[in-house]
């Protein structure tokens, strides 16, 4: 999720920000996170980066609200001689790919290079996955002598000024001591060789997807023309977010010029912002949407999402990442005519509902319990180390990196239940409790090597092993089922006060009286009994 | 006049008639008790009664008592540390090390350190090259400290301390666990002049009069001709509770009622996923974000994944696309779609449930689920790591977008939300995409509650097995939970504080 902040004195030279245009805003796809007297903050959906910089919002809204419908075009200038990359072998195993153009007559003030950064680094946490698969490098032309090579070189033998530092450092100083360094380093990890760029003058532009040069990779206010390269493994999506790259730029009003790729015999021209032509179907279109749209309504429609439609294609801009299928097209269309004037309509099928039997089993086990005035309590799945100790549940199953300290899948219901009357020694006695709830274990077996099974718990404090015992018979009397006792030795049980529960020869479950060193570890005051029985005892064969 | 004394002895209870006539002549409490026999808390019970039926007047004092606590209990008897070490000092023939004298008492650090500072402050002792020596006469070092004569004196009201007493309790009250201070009541009581008429009445009406009703006196008929005592409806009685299911499995229960009545089947799975149903199958790309370990729970183990044909379409439609899409053109790998996950969403269900359809000859129905979802998240009052959602889907050659609009828009008029709004929304395997909010009027605002759309043809072809329109949706039910019951702190939704879940309002939309 990414959240773009315009600046809200530049919006409103476009756009005057009231509660209707608002509405609109959210009613396009990007809600309106706030909007106080300096900025305006929008969400951006993953799904649409070329909304990410202000001019290019700005243009595509404008089209929304019918102020500029049509597909955006732009000037694309052929190569200028110089204008090229030499992709050297060497990257192949490091960072293959890089699309790259030249942006000239820009002009810079500190709201665009702010917004600029801005960009490169929303892109890049987005669909540059933090860097991973795309990285974005932005160079004053004037530093630099084309053409360009992009090669990868031992670590030893990389050595430049990085971004914001003073003095040269090598590849391996700059992972280790930068601050850029240090949070990207995990991307080159493993690498015999890192990814450069390098100038006709054999200065290092770049060390991808880390650091720029500090002395030819740095936007100032002086900038007019630029070199934009974008490194990664997948040409597609370089050439996509290149795309999204250039026409923002444009936007800003530069002039867009290609580069020459040489990928060794291989040859690439970037940018080509040519639209992608798309054959889509109206009536699909009307059928998946619930709408009677004409050729013309729709041709309208598309428009007013920055496409141009000559039936049955759709001309899609070439800097849209999202468009996979014509359903993302009927998206669009649907946006453009307004989620709020659709006329939501109940079909008038008719089915039959379904309760899961089980469900319902379970709601009645609840409902009876409650009759015999218990409360019911509902808690986490998960428990903490602590927990564990205490219970000395030696097999409890372990989630990874939990961000809190509860970090193990319960395999019994107890350590909840302990947990709850461990909390609550202030709340009023008796406390007659009850959980029904999942507990896991590991099976090879199962799809996902883990057995989820159902149980019930319930707890009476200050209770005894009697007042359990008829809870239980109780329950096996009103549903039909026979269970037997066995005494039998438990952890947390005092001996010969614990009994496991049988139904059909199955061992089911555990009553007992919970034993006085448990009741001290949890630093509970009162004399406490507990039932534990699995769900399927219910449930009908 | 009359009548209105006796209308009160009607109703005096046993407690009040037994402290009543002792008013007169008992100077405090402690006299009520010893005369009636009766614990001090019925007695200040009875006197509350009695203040109530304007008989007696009350005044309530709270005073602060200071106490010995547990370590002053224990020098009253074996003496103050201070105290203790001095008498070693005295006792031994040559000056002690500090060494010495420690392990002589037998003093703890603290106590030790303690005792020699007060010592040190008395000017008794001097510390010279480690050693102590003693700088009073032995007589001034036998008299008792006014710490001791303190002590003893305890029980003291705090108001009332002496300048003596007072230098006492600041220099004690910052030693550990030596004195404490508790809040004591003290009542005061007059009987009014009604309450003096009634007292002299009182004898009067000698007639035994009934308290509660016996079987054995409707048996007999024992009652007729005596008086029935006049209860005091309106004074306070004590809460008592009853058994309650949790509020949240109330109003999942509510939900389901809904689901139901509106014929949808109910589906059911486990908590635990493969990465394969939980995020493949349902077209999220292998490096989405929301597939790191970051945002998901993930559980060291390798799951299985289901037959291959559902397999190879599934990666297909990553991979090169399937019904003509694109797909998202990366290589899939089959190892990351057997991590074994806790769901992050009830739509892995629908995966599930699209994937069993495909068997069959008509593929067609309405579904629903209620359940527990997962998210590597922290803990605080805006966010937790397990949360509820509620999902449906419609598989129907005939739906559409304004049916899926009609169906939320039934779903949450029977939820109690009147209003509700659709904004264009993005979720990896729906489109289009809607995001739902509805409209608290109390709080004049718009409440979102998740995400809803038309399942994409990558999702619905590899799993059914052709293009048929699948409405979805999972909206949350934690935030319609909380509003109602008015949670501000998520943390409340399974902490269980049985003094809340005992009193909490029932779920009645």
């Avoid at chain 1, 919970?514 to 399927?536: D, Q």
């Amino acid at each position: 999720m990414a959240i773009v902040k315009f600046p809200r004195k530049e919006f409103e030279k476009y756009i005057k920000i009231d509660k209707k245009i608002e509405e609109k805003i959210a009613m396009f796809g990007t809600p309106v996170e706030y909007i106080d007297e300096n900025e305006i903050a929008l969400e951006i959906f993953p799904n649409r980066p070329d909304l990410l910089s202000l001019h290019s919002y700005i243009s595509s809204f404008l089209a929304f609200i019918g102020k500029r419908p049509g597909l955006r075009e732009y000037i694309v200038n052929k190569p200028e001689p110089k204008y090229e990359v030499n992709i050297d072998r060497s990257v192949r195993d490091v960072r293959p790919c890089t699309a790259c153009a030249i942006i000239k007559n820009l002009k810079f003030d500190d709201e665009k290079i702010r917004e600029v950064i801005d960009i490169q680094e929303k892109i890049h946490s987005t669909l540059g996955r933090n860097r991973k698969k795309i990285a974005i490098g932005i160079y004053p032309l004037e530093k630099i002598k084309l053409p360009i090579r992009f090669e990868a070189r031992r670590p030893q033998d990389i050595k430049f000024v990085p971004l914001d530092f003073d003095y040269e450092m090598t590849a391996l100083e700059i992972l280790k001591q930068h601050p850029t360094g240090k949070k990207y380093a995990h991307l080159l990890n493993g690498m015999k060789k890192f990814p450069v760029f390098v100038d006709a003058a054999g200065e290092i532009l770049s060390m991808p997807p880390i650091i720029n040069s500090n002395r030819t990779g740095k936007i100032t206010e002086k900038t007019r023309d630029i070199f934009i390269e974008c490194s990664g493994f997948d040409l597609n999506v370089l050439k996509k977010t290149l795309n999204i790259l250039v026409m923002m730029f444009a936007e800003m009003g530069g002039n867009i010029y290609q580069m020459k790729l040489n990928y060794g015999l291989k040859k690439e021209i970037t940018p080509d912002l040519t639209p992608e032509k798309i054959k889509i179907n109206l009536a699909n279109i009307n059928k998946l949407l619930g709408l009677q749209l004409k050729e013309k309504e729709l041709k309208n429609l598309l428009e007013r999402m920055g496409y141009r439609y000559e039936s049955p294609f759709v001309f899609v801009p070439a800097w849209r990442v999202d468009i996979l299928h014509e359903v993302d097209i009927a998206e669009d269309v649907a946006i453009a005519y307004g989620y709020d004037n659709f006329k939501p309509e109940m079909p008038e099928i008719a089915t039959v509902g379904e309760y899961d039997r089980k469900e319902m089993i379970k709601n009645r086990i609840a409902e009876l319990l409650v009759g015999l005035g218990f409360l019911e309590i509902s808690s986490y799945h998960l428990l903490t180390t602590e927990e564990i100790e205490k219970l000395n549940e030696k097999s409890a199953i372990e989630v990874e990196k939990s961000k809190t300290e509860y970090r193990f899948l319960r395999n019994n219901l107890f350590g909840s239940m302990l947990r709850t009357l461990a909390t609550n020694i202030n709340a009023e006695y008796p406390q007659k409790l009850f959980e029904i709830g999942t507990v896991f274990r590991k099976n090879e077996k199962k799809e996902t090597g883990i057995e989820e099974e159902e149980r019930l718990i319930i707890a009476i404090s200050p209770g005894n092993f009697t007042e359990m015992k008829q809870v239980l018979e109780y329950l096996a009397k009103i549903f039909n089922i026979n269970t037997k006792l066995e005494e039998a030795v438990f952890p947390i049980f005092i001996e010969g006060r614990t009994a496991n529960i049988f139904c059909n020869e199955k061992n089911v479950g555990v009553i007992g009286e919970v034993h006085p060193a448990v009741l001290k570890a949890w630093h509970l005051k009162m004399p406490l009994t507990m039932l534990e029985i699995n769900l399927e005892t219910f449930y009908p064969k | 006049m009359i009548k209105e004394i006796d209308n009160i002895i009607l109703s005096l209870s046993p407690l009040e008639k037994q402290i009543l006539p002792f008013l007169k002549d008992a100077k405090n409490v402690e006299e009520i008790i010893t005369e009636t026999k009766l614990d001090e808390t019925s007695v200040t019970r009875g006197l509350k009664f009695l203040e109530a039926k304007r008989l007696v007047t009350l005044d309530v004092k709270k005073k602060r008592i200071i106490e010995p606590d547990i370590n002053g209990i224990l020098y009253l008897k074996k003496n103050l540390p201070e105290r203790n070490l001095l008498n070693i000092i005295l006792e031994s023939a040559k000056p002690l090390t500090l060494e010495e004298a420690k392990k002589k008492g037998n003093f703890s650090e603290n106590e030790f350190m303690i005792a020699l500072g007060v010592l040190k402050n008395k000017a008794f002792i001097e510390v010279v090259n480690n050693k102590i020596e003693l700088r009073a006469s032995k007589e001034e070092a036998m008299k008792k400290f006014l710490e001791e004569k303190f002590l003893e004196a305890l029980p003291l009201e705090e108001e009332k301390l002496t300048e003596e007493q007072k230098f006492c309790y600041e220099k004690l009250r910052t030693r550990k666990k030596i004195i404490r201070v508790v809040e004591k009541k003290e009542i005061a009581f007059e009987l009014t002049e009604l309450g003096i008429k009634v007292l002299e009445e009182l004898p009067k009406l000698k007639q035994e009069m009934i308290e509660q009703l016996t079987p054995e006196m409707i048996l007999r008929g024992s009652w007729q001709g005596k008086k029935f005592r006049h209860y005091d409806i309106k004074s306070k009685v004590p809460e008592i509770f009853g058994g309650r299911r949790h509020f949240v499995n109330q109003a999942i229960d509510y939900v389901r009622q809904i689901w139901l009545e509106m014929g949808f089947q109910e589906m059911k799975g486990t908590l635990t996923e493969t990465a394969f149903w939980n995020f493949d199958a349902l077209f999220t790309a292998q490096d989405h974000p929301v597939r790191e370990m970051h945002d998901t729970f993930y559980i060291e183990a390798e799951g299985k994944l289901p037959d291959k044909k559902i397999v190879e379409r599934v990666k297909r439609a990553h991979e090169r696309g399937v019904a003509g899409s694109k797909g998202w053109r990366y290589k899939w790998k089959e190892e990351e779609a057997k991590k074994v996950i806790l769901r992050t969403h009830t739509t892995v269900l629908s995966a599930r449930t699209l994937a069993a359809l495909s068997k069959l000859k008509n593929k067609k129905g309405k579904f629903f689920a209620i359940g527990r979802c997962f998210r590597n998240e922290t803990l605080d009052w805006a966010h937790g790591f397990e949360f509820n959602q509620t999902e449906g889907i419609v598989v129907d050659k005939e739906a559409n977008f304004r049916h899926l609009l009609g169906y939320l828009k039934e779903f949450f008029r029977r939820m109690g939300h009147e209003k509700i709004r659709f904004r264009p929304s993005y979720f990896p395997y729906t489109e289009p995409s809607v995001e739902i909010e509805v409209f608290i009027p109390e709080r004049n605002q718009w409440l979102e509650l998740g995400g809803a759309g038309i399942l994409r043809p990558e999702v619905v072809v590899p799993l059914l097995g052709e293009w048929i329109p699948v409405l979805a949706w999972g909206p949350g039910l934690d935030r319609i939970i909380m509003d109602y019951y008015e949670i501000k702190d998520l943390r409340e939704m399974y902490i269980n504080d049985l003094t809340k879940l005992r009193k909490v309002k029932v779920w009645l939309k």
